[in-house]
């Protein structure tokens, strides 16, 4: 029975893209016959400490030689040379996106992120990326040979088709962090006032305080407290019901690798507003959504405006939307394709 050590940084049950992504690779591949063996590096990721890095070399130099390696991009990106040169272990990386494109960083930390990340990714036999715009930016910005790369997509969990509520419900689903453009979302919201809506924002309000604080400041001073539902993290059972209930999947965010939630929206029926960042174009067909420029807070409004306006323009998107989301990938699929890369 071949066998992976699986080593993610910090909680593996923490609720977000990244985590969900690994929870459930590690399960399809026990499925494929694989015996995977979890290893939880330090919490400090990608900003580890000193003190981190040196346990983070500890546990993996404690690994069996040659042992089939997966470590989570999260970890692997922010590991220097010095930490894994040396290790004589057979490395796979799985990179979501690279840690310099998260939003918020000061110029020398993107390029610090960058510097590091490049020269990890050395280390890896092969890389498991979770799109195909991920590959193309390991391809041209770092370094990554085509031939070393494999696309596994995310899975995506089919869902009953949403019904909507009346007055319209707007949902997104992201934790609150600057990349996902809360802040964009909240001053879109505020210019139509006029128009009957409700929104509800799903997801985790303690990874970044000092946004979360501003994100409601911002809905306080826009008068808009008593039609925002800040929801914290949900679990599934009532995720579910809130794409169930929901009209229109908004999520302005910066950059996405690939954006989970977007595939999560097509599942459930929905039309989707999104920026045109990233992966997301890649995962969200032309005719389930509307793309607007990043930051772009006239284009967010115009946006949903017109959607909540017109009721057909709605229904149309959401059959596109119902129809992409029955061909998504299950995650079998990608669980074939970690596998191959593994075994090779």
């Not at 330090?42 to 042992?67: K, M, N, Q, V």
């Not at 960058?114 to 036999?125: G, H, Q, T």
């Not at 405006?305 to 059959?319: Q, S, T």
């Not at 989301?325 to 970690?338: F, H, K, S, V």
Request: with cysteine.
């Amino acid at each position: 029975m071949p066998e992976v050590w699986f080593a993610v940084p910090g909680d593996p049950e923490t609720r977000t893209g990244g985590y969900i992504y690994a929870k459930h690779l590690a399960r399809a591949l026990r499925t494929h016959g694989w015996t995977v063996h979890p290893v939880r590096l330090p919490d400090g990721f990608p900003r580890a400490s000193l003190d981190d890095l040196a346990e983070t070399r500890r546990l993996l130099a404690a690994l069996p030689a040659r042992a089939c390696t997966l470590i989570d991009g999260l970890a692997f990106g922010a590991m220097p040379e010095g930490l894994l040169a040396g290790l004589n272990l057979d490395i796979v990386a799985l990179v979501h996106h690279p840690l310099a494109l998260e939003t918020g960083l000061a110029p020398d930390q993107a390029a610090d992120f960058a510097r590091i990340e490049r020269s990890a990714l050395r280390f890896a036999r092969a890389v498991i990326v979770t799109s195909p715009h991920t590959a193309d930016v390991l391809a041209a910005d770092y370094g990554v040979a085509r031939d070393r790369i494999a696309v596994a997509v995310p899975g995506t969990d089919r869902r009953s088709r949403a019904k909507g509520t009346q007055p319209p419900s707007l949902l997104t689903v992201a934790t609150v962090t600057p990349r996902k453009g809360h802040d964009v979302l909240v001053a879109a919201l505020a210019r139509i006032k006029d128009l009957a809506w409700t929104s509800c924002l799903a997801g985790s309000l303690t990874r970044a305080p000092a946004c979360v604080a501003d994100l409601r400041a911002r809905i306080a001073a826009n008068g808009i407290a008593d039609r925002i539902t800040l929801a914290g993290e949900v679990a599934d059972d009532a995720l579910a019901h809130l794409y169930r209930d929901a009209d229109v999947f908004v999520l302005p965010s910066r950059y996405e690798g690939y954006g989970m939630v977007f595939a999560d929206a097509l599942a459930a029926g929905l039309p989707i507003v999104a920026c045109a960042a990233g992966a997301v174009t890649g995962t969200v067909p032309g005719d389930a959504g509307v793309f607007v420029p990043v930051d772009d807070v006239a284009a967010l409004a115009d946006a949903l405006r017109a959607l909540l306006i017109d009721p057909n323009r709605r229904r149309g998107l959401a059959d596109a939307a119902w129809a992409a989301g029955q061909q998504l990938p299950t995650w079998d699929r990608g669980a074939e394709i970690a596998a191959k890369t593994l075994a090779a």
